[in-house]
């Protein structure tokens, strides 16, 4: 689902950022039943894989259809906005509404659009149809999963209680060794964030994240179009009692997801943005080397004291031509040769607004610069 969020009256107070082992160890999981698709973690699911017992293997199998596609959520367990232990969050598993358990493993399991898109425990069960729907799923794309799905239908407690054993113990053999540094990148990647967002603002932070999510110069509006199919966008006009909800995980690249719900907070509707990225460094990793062709076009295009001052200039801003040629104190016809070589080497990027042609930085040109610099002498 491509997303159009509208920003121009929004402050940066509507970024919250958010940190759950849960739900990272729900993404690793699914990562794990679809390395395929998720080529930088084919080491880390070797390495995961070798460290589990033949019993954590089999139960990882039967729970398997759940993170086939995507990753669990459990939203109303787990709010993604929430910073719990690991502790605290298996308690809060064991103790929530059982709905609140079973009705993600339901709403995966039957086809889409058979009775709506909410399906609650308590017509699930009093619904022989739909159980049988979920069990021709189940047999035709996993069928390792059947036994936990008639297990929910005959006792869903004693369901959760088996899911929560397994996630414990998949926890504590695969992810708790790794753990301590995991949970430091993310906080280093969160901490970075912040310091973009209050540097540069909201709208230019969020360009920051990923390469599906792109800055409109002319309208100020950000454009968040997730990997695959994308239709006409969904406009959201955000306003000061709104949420952009920032989750940096490992676990999600190459893609990127976005989501939005509506909910109520303090008697008010809230509307919601979810935006889980892959931290900057695994952006980074999975990346092609820079080549040096590339490397002596950044170099050669800003070596002259004009256009490193051009340079230095939209790096705080767009600007237009006439604009940049007051500051420097040169005719625009020569700003717009400094400009033409920047634009050829990739550096900026015009974007015509009404009658002037603005010019903006390609943050992506100093990050090669700087990644093909590393590549080369490090």
Not at 146 to 157: G, K, N, S, T, Y
Request: proline share 7%; with cysteine; hydrophobic share 40%.
């Amino acid at each position: 689902m491509t997303i159009r969020l509208q920003l121009r009256d929004a402050g940066s107070d509507l970024a919250v950022f958010g940190c759950s082992p849960a739900h990272e160890t729900l993404r690793s999981l699914h990562v794990l039943n679809a390395v395929k698709h998720h080529p930088l973690h084919i080491s880390w699911a070797l390495r995961t894989r070798a460290r589990m017992s033949p019993e954590l293997k089999d139960e990882t199998e039967r729970f398997a259809f759940w993170c086939l596609d995507r990753p669990l959520v459990f939203q109303e367990i787990w709010p993604q906005a929430d910073t719990w232990s690991w502790a605290d969050e298996v308690s809060a598993l064991l103790a929530a509404p059982i709905d609140h358990f079973a009705d993600p493993l339901i709403r995966s399991a039957v086809p889409t659009g058979t009775v709506g898109p909410r399906i609650r425990l308590g017509m699930f069960l009093r619904s022989t149809d739909l159980q049988e729907q979920a069990l021709s799923r189940i047999q035709t794309r996993h069928p390792a999963s059947l036994p936990v799905m008639r297990e929910l239908i005959a006792d869903p407690e004693r369901c959760r209680e088996r899911f929560a054993g397994f996630l414990v113990s998949y926890w504590q053999t695969c992810i708790t060794p790794d753990w301590l540094a995991m949970e430091t990148r993310l906080r280093s990647d969160i901490a970075r964030r912040g310091r973009a967002l209050s540097r540069r603002g909201l709208p230019r932070m969020l360009e920051e994240l990923s390469p599906h999510v792109r800055l409109d110069q002319s309208t100020g509006d950000v454009l968040i179009r997730p990997p695959g199919p994308s239709g006409d966008p969904l406009d959201l006009t955000l306003a000061e009692q709104d949420q952009i909800l920032l989750i940096p995980s490992h676990f999600v690249w190459p893609e990127l997801v976005a989501a939005t719900h509506r909910h109520r907070h303090d008697g008010r509707s809230r509307q919601a943005v979810l935006i889980i990225y892959a931290l900057a460094e695994m952006q980074q990793d999975g990346q092609a080397p820079i080549p040096p062709e590339r490397l002596l076009k950044l170099l050669r295009s800003a070596g002259d004291s004009t256009r490193l001052q051009i340079l230095q200039l939209l790096a705080q801003r767009p600007r237009s031509t006439r604009e940049i040629a007051g500051l420097i104190g040169l005719t625009e016809a020569a700003i717009s040769k400094h400009l033409k070589l920047l634009q050829d080497a990739g550096w900026v990027t015009p974007e015509r607004q009404s009658y002037y042609v603005y010019y903006r930085l390609v943050r992506a040109s100093l990050t090669d610069l700087s990644r093909g610099l590393e590549q080369m002498l490090a």
